[in-house]
């Protein structure tokens, strides 16, 4: 909870509590601390749902000192015994748990030694066309979110998604949960401070790119990309048009995510789907190879431009989530900047048959929930990482889920009962997902061998001989 809502709770305890004094006074004054900082709550803070029932206490409360006023005499009232207070102790318990359970939601901070900013901008590839839009003739326009070591930190923290307004709902209608239930994530800030000076680096600084999964977006996974930011890296995440959840172009245009793109694949056989989701992915591929390209030319201004004067683009790194999984493959066969990659419950079924068949020659991390791996997906994986030709490695880790790999494990004590992650507490996945990351990405582009990682009981971790 946020600092006015606890203070108010407080009040509220407290005044409940002085329902059997008898000091009208004190009740009067809390009755009006309680509507106070309601307000303060209101105009800083701002309103949300799950607050609904604690705002009718303490307004409930305000209604009757009102309505007693003209009444009021110099006598005190009698006490009201110690049932009124406990009915309303249970009250007020009650009206705690939705703030509680669906809190603000914040992401840990990064362990790193460097403050993190961050920046997002439109990219357009004329070379290509928008194959999923209705106007098939448009080139293809992508937004890119950036996370780097910064000078200092500065400022207000960046929000954790700038377009909350139009992904709250999106999101919420996805998750199948009511249009609102999200509302409140528009509050939510990173520990990223927005176009913060870069620090200046006395060595090339190397560069990450990740890839959101279907129906993902940009900042899906902040707390990684924070993570690897306060490293020393140089994260680049582009939200895949028509393939994330929803795009929010600058000029306010809004790209819903494009269902036809990749039908689920339960509805069509594996020869009709895999062709589909390979044309998809190789999209996304074509994403990452378009933003080192932009990197490269020298030609960007503001503090994307001061960054890409500081960057090593010989130690190219990727990583991401199921279907950008899936994207990070395909780049690693096509592209020859990728230096290593890491895979997170990666889908294998958008991968053509071609590159599983020759593998890969980078090394390779490859992550995986306890509840992600199907057969069919499981025996495509099997062939590409027996075809592996680069160091390989693969971690398991039990008590997870799919959508463990994203920032929801740490948005609610309620994301394992909602199907949102697996019961393994959030805090522990994210430290062993952030502590995993750092470590081969430090050993692959940094080459510093990792000392020996905290031993995690929850994790099964084999290399590849």
């Given at each position: 909870?946020?600092?006015?809502?606890?203070?108010?709770?407080?009040?509220?305890?407290?005044?409940?509590?002085?329902?059997?004094?008898?000091?009208?006074?004190?009740?009067?004054?809390?009755?009006?601390?309680?509507?106070?900082?309601?307000?303060?709550?209101?105009?800083?803070?701002?309103?949300?749902?799950?607050?609904?029932?604690?705002?009718g206490i303490a307004l409930g409360y305000t209604a009757f000192?009102?309505?007693?006023?003209?009444?009021?005499?110099?006598?005190?009232?009698?006490?009201?015994?110690?049932?009124?207070?406990?009915?309303?102790?249970?009250?007020?318990?009650?009206?705690?748990?939705?703030?509680?359970?669906?809190?603000?939601?914040?992401?840990?901070?990064?362990?790193?030694?460097?403050?993190?900013?961050?920046?997002?901008?439109?990219?357009?590839?004329?070379?290509?066309?928008?194959?999923?839009?209705?106007?098939?003739?448009?080139?293809?326009?992508?937004?890119?979110?950036?996370?780097?070591?910064?000078?200092?930190?500065?400022?207000?923290?960046?929000?954790?998604?700038?377009?909350?307004?139009?992904?709250?709902?999106?999101?919420?209608?996805?998750?199948?949960?009511?249009?609102?239930?999200?509302?409140?994530?528009?509050?939510?800030?990173?520990?990223?401070?927005?176009?913060?000076?870069?620090?200046?680096?006395?060595?090339?600084?190397?560069?990450?790119?990740?890839?959101?999964?279907?129906?993902?977006?940009?900042?899906?996974?902040?707390?990684?990309?924070?993570?690897?930011?306060?490293?020393?890296?140089?994260?680049?995440?582009?939200?895949?048009?028509?393939?994330?959840?929803?795009?929010?172009?600058?000029?306010?245009?809004?790209?819903?995510?494009?269902?036809?793109?990749?039908?689920?694949?339960?509805?069509?056989?594996?020869?009709?789907?895999?062709?589909?989701?390979?044309?998809?992915?190789?999209?996304?591929?074509?994403?990452?190879?378009?933003?080192?390209?932009?990197?490269?030319?020298?030609?960007?201004?503001?503090?994307?431009?001061?960054?890409?004067?500081?960057?090593?683009?010989?130690?190219?790194?990727?990583?991401?989530?199921?279907?950008?999984?899936?994207?990070?493959?395909?780049?690693?066969?096509?592209?020859?900047?990728?230096?290593?990659?890491?895979?997170?419950?990666?889908?294998?079924?958008?991968?053509?048959?071609?590159?599983?068949?020759?593998?890969?020659?980078?090394?390779?991390?490859?992550?995986?929930?306890?509840?992600?791996?199907?057969?069919?997906?499981?025996?495509?994986?099997?062939?590409?990482?027996?075809?592996?030709?680069?160091?390989?490695?693969?971690?398991?880790?039990?008590?997870?889920?799919?959508?463990?790999?994203?920032?929801?494990?740490?948005?609610?004590?309620?994301?394992?009962?909602?199907?949102?992650?697996?019961?393994?507490?959030?805090?522990?996945?994210?430290?062993?997902?952030?502590?995993?990351?750092?470590?081969?990405?430090?050993?692959?582009?940094?080459?510093?061998?990792?000392?020996?990682?905290?031993?995690?009981?929850?994790?099964?971790?084999?290399?590849?001989?």
């Amino acid at each position: 909870m946020r600092v006015f809502e606890i203070i108010l709770v407080i009040i509220l305890t407290i005044r409940i509590i002085n329902h059997s004094v008898r000091d009208q006074r004190l009740r009067d004054g809390l009755t009006l601390a309680a509507f106070g900082v309601m307000a303060l709550h209101l105009g800083l803070e701002g309103y949300r749902w799950q607050m609904l029932p604690l705002y009718g206490i303490a307004l409930g409360y305000t209604a009757f000192a009102l309505w007693r006023l003209p009444a009021r005499s110099e006598s005190e009232p009698p006490s009201r015994g110690w049932g009124l207070t406990l009915g309303m102790l249970i009250l007020l318990i009650g009206a705690l748990l939705p703030p509680v359970l669906l809190p603000v939601p914040k992401t840990p901070a990064p362990g790193g030694p460097y403050p993190v900013g961050t920046l997002t901008v439109m990219l357009v590839d004329d070379s290509r066309r928008e194959f999923y839009s209705d106007d098939p003739t448009e080139p293809r326009a992508i937004m890119v979110q950036v996370w780097y070591p910064a000078q200092t930190t500065g400022g207000k923290p960046a929000a954790w998604i700038d377009y909350a307004d139009v992904f709250g709902p999106v999101m919420a209608q996805y998750l199948e949960l009511p249009e609102y239930f999200l509302d409140h994530v528009r509050y939510s800030r990173s520990h990223a401070y927005t176009d913060a000076p870069p620090r200046e680096s006395n060595a090339p600084l190397p560069v990450l790119l990740f890839s959101h999964g279907w129906n993902g977006f940009r900042a899906q996974n902040t707390y990684q990309m924070e993570e690897l930011a306060s490293y020393g890296y140089v994260v680049l995440a582009p939200e895949h048009t028509y393939g994330s959840i929803v795009t929010l172009f600058p000029d306010g245009q809004v790209a819903y995510n494009n269902p036809q793109a990749m039908p689920y694949d339960d509805d069509l056989s594996d020869e009709e789907f895999r062709p589909i989701a390979n044309r998809l992915i190789q999209q996304w591929s074509g994403d990452l190879s378009f933003i080192l390209d932009v990197l490269g030319n020298n030609q960007l201004e503001g503090t994307l431009g001061e960054l890409s004067a500081q960057l090593d683009l010989t130690r190219v790194g990727v990583l991401g989530h199921s279907t950008g999984g899936g994207a990070i493959v395909d780049f690693c066969a096509r592209d020859p900047r990728c230096a290593a990659g890491l895979g997170m419950d990666t889908y294998m079924k958008p991968v053509s048959d071609k590159v599983i068949a020759q593998g890969l020659s980078q090394p390779f991390l490859f992550m995986f929930s306890e509840t992600w791996p199907s057969e069919s997906n499981t025996l495509l994986f099997d062939a590409l990482y027996t075809n592996q030709a680069g160091p390989g490695a693969v971690l398991s880790i039990a008590g997870t889920a799919h959508y463990d790999f994203s920032d929801l494990p740490a948005f609610s004590p309620l994301a394992h009962r909602l199907g949102l992650k697996g019961p393994l507490n959030g805090g522990r996945v994210l430290e062993i997902i952030r502590t995993y990351s750092v470590g081969f990405f430090d050993e692959y582009l940094r080459g510093n061998k990792p000392g020996p990682l905290p031993e995690y009981p929850e994790v099964e971790f084999s290399k590849k001989q």
